[in-house]
């Protein structure tokens, strides 16, 4: 039964026109292009953006890393690519990160009233 089904499937009727090959890749290629535009690019934009912030870290700024860990920068190794953190001001506690840890800049400035 099943060699009748595939048989069926590849017989060809005559006069009937093949699509060509563009019109068979064209869901593909469309579905690529939907992809890229969804997924892909703002990825990127979102890479290049983290990656801006971490070239831009400055001593003294207050900062939180990926696992929530709020702290203001005291040295920056950029040989060694990590970043120094005073996490207590009491006790003066110091803990080193990768630069690729931070997950963003903590803006203090207060807004100004109009």
Do not use: C, W
Not at 14 to 41: C, D, H, N, T
Not at 87 to 96: A, C, F, P, Q, R
């Amino acid at each position: 039964m099943f060699s009748i089904i595939l048989q069926a499937g590849t017989q060809v009727v005559e006069g009937a026109a093949k699509p060509s090959m563009i019109a068979q890749f064209f869901p593909f290629i469309l579905m690529f292009v939907i992809l890229y535009f969804l997924i892909i690019r703002p990825q990127r934009k979102k890479q290049k953006d983290h990656q801006g912030l971490i070239d831009n870290l400055k001593i003294n700024d207050e900062v939180t890393t990926n696992a929530g860990i709020v702290g203001k920068i005291v040295n920056i190794k950029k040989d060694k690519n990590t970043v120094v953190l005073r996490v207590d001001d009491t006790t003066g506690t110091k803990i080193e990160f990768v630069r690729s840890a931070i997950a963003g800049v903590i803006d203090n400035e207060k807004p100004k009233a109009k």
